[in-house]
């Protein structure tokens, strides 16, 4: 919704009921002078928003005032924006409506309004607001789209819904994200064949453009066409191939046919790697206590969604074979309050509640999931850190993917803890940069050899991908393996969510695979070592790894996995697991073996713990708690969003 109200946050012409017992402005009023509805602003913000944002958002009224005879959605919709992305939702509500009683025909402003209720846990209200909603097709579209996603509509209600955004949106010719948001409603209630109808019905008579066709490609996928898909993608592979270090390897969308030549140098690549010494072999460990500590450790962490939450699942198992004492605590409004569909209150409420739990049980050692943007509600460095430094803890946080866009997060947690631990042992996180403490981040494997990723079955599935596709690009890559005859089998998106929703159904498919696909780039730029690689190896398949200098760094390629560096190598690979299936049962017990030998669940918590507990002086301790108050001149990057609504 947040592209429509900035289109339309100063649209008056739509009549919205005012607010009952407005002491302002009624429907039939004159509207004050702008000095006065500045003023009114200035007074507003003066007494219902923390110091840190004040100065901000005054000179965000002063360009308004500035500027002239202005709309009154003009000088809100900044502020707003900024309240939102700063984490002050009960702030926002009352800002919404204070807009409305000045000026009750800002229908933008009444979405927003029931948007943020709904954010926030207020449905009854936010469903009344999105009931009374009328006007043209703008203001019926985003209200309804509220209502799907606010749930709880009769069958019969949100059918009309789903039929008359499909009316609206297939006469909308200029495809968007609504369109795409549409799609995934219709294959949640209708399959991959109802939201397959919706695009066939836009795309008919409708030339599509270069630039949609990447966007048509992943619509494909959605719905279950992947050969539409390869034929949509087809004509960006020339461009994608180009440079130095192209995003998913040289490859033109054509796979050459399978044949004895190529399997002699895969099995060449395979004897090689074989031969090696021991001592040549990538192998990536930090020294722990012989002896584990007897520590107690509590992990915070975000509540189980849609799908399981892994960390948490991870460091139990794991702590469970080393026998080490972990607690969890979940809760997402403590770590992703974004998440969180309650008041700012609550979300304080449940701050304190963690606090006193921290009181009474006195951890040795606290592990912090830090996943998601600081804002102004949940924890963040500054509470832990005083926390740290009265109750005695030591603080590890977990970097989950240490991207360069999450430096800023990542950086503002550094000071308050003792050691960041990250999956990638060549993250930017480890690049040294002014005040970045690297000497704190420990680069370790996911802690896989546990539970149900050990059970033992039939390998019945050939080659499988079980995942998320938020980086679109991995559609590209599997759109080719769909359609080639390798016996590949992907579950994403709405399918993995129905047939892998917990860690045993998940780790079941693993366990049925001979082999594992993984996408290691996340982004244009950067590679991730996922859960998935030690996933794969510990439910004894074949890990095929996209080329990763980081991956390498931990496992030998083609001798504890298959490395492929486009889509043909992967094909290929699928065809000799297939013909060759000694030595892909090679390959898989021998990263197997190397991943029990040296990345155990008792080797990662030796490392965690020795790392965590390392004796540190008083004075670095001091001078941490002092840096980790500065969090929020370091993670909060102002919101160009918000300074350029004006």
Known sequence: MRAFFHEHACDTKQPVKAEEGSKRVTSGQTRPDSATLAAIAQGWIEDNIPAQLCLDLFDMVDQWRERGTLPLGLLWRPIVERLRYCGCFDAEIEACRLVLSLEPGLA?????????????????????????????????????????????????????????????????????????????????????????????????????????????????????????????????????????????????????????????????????????????????????????????????????????????????????????????????????????????????????????????????????????????????????????????????????????????LLDAWLPACDTMITFDPLSPLLRPAPGRQCEKVLPLPVPSLHGHFLDRRERDLGLTFVGGCSWEMRHMVLAVLMTEDVGFSALYGHRRRLETPDTAAYAEVLTRSRAVLNVSRHTREEHLVTGRVWEAIAAGAVLLEQDNPATAAFLTPWRHYLPWSNPEDAVHMAHFINRRPDLAARIAAEGHAWMRRHYGGRQFWAALLGHVTRPRTEAELLSDHVAAQDWIGIAMIESEESRSCL
């Not at 460095?381 to 977990?398: I, M």
Request: with cysteine.
């Open 108 to 408: 933008p402003f009444r979405l927003r309004l029931a948007e943020v209720l709904v954010l926030t846990g207020h449905d009854p209200e936010a469903r009344d607001i999105l009931l009374a909603l009328d006007g043209p097709p703008p203001i019926r579209r985003e209200a309804w789209f509220l209502r799907l996603e606010l749930g709880g509509e009769a069958p019969e209600v949100e059918a009309a819904l789903l039929s008359g955004l499909e009316e609206m949106l297939a006469a909308d010719g200029a495809w968007g994200p609504r369109h795409r948001d549409l799609v995934s409603h219709l294959v949640r209630v209708g399959g991959d064949e109802r939201g397959g109808a919706f695009l066939d019905r836009w795309l008919e008579g409708r030339e599509v453009p270069a630039d949609l066709l990447f966007e048509m490609g992943v619509m494909a996928m959605t719905v279950g066409r992947p050969q539409a898909a390869r034929v949509w993608f087809a004509p960006l592979w020339h461009d994608l191939s180009e440079g130095d270090d192209p995003v998913l390897g040289r490859f033109d969308g054509a796979v050459r046919p399978y044949d004895a030549a190529i399997e002699a140098a895969l099995v060449s690549r395979i004897e090689q790697a074989f031969a090696l010494d021991e001592d040549e072999l990538a192998c990536l460990t930090h020294p722990g206590p012989e002896v584990l500590p007897d520590l107690r450790v509590l992990l915070v962490t975000i509540g189980h969604a849609s799908l399981p939450n892994d960390v948490a699942e991870q460091f139990a198992g794991s702590a469970a074979v080393a026998g080490v004492h972990l607690d969890i605590h979940f809760d997402t409004a403590l770590l992703r309050p974004t998440l969180f569909r309650g008041g700012d209150d609550e979300v304080r409420r449940r701050v304190e509640a963690f606090i006193a739990r921290l009181e009474r049980e006195r951890p040795d050692v606290v592990v912090v999931d830090c996943a998601a943007p600081l804002i102004l509600r949940g924890l963040n460095p500054a509470t832990l850190a005083d926390l740290k430094r009265r109750l005695g803890f030591r603080l590890a946080c977990v970097a989950r993917d240490a991207h360069l866009s999450t430096l800023p």
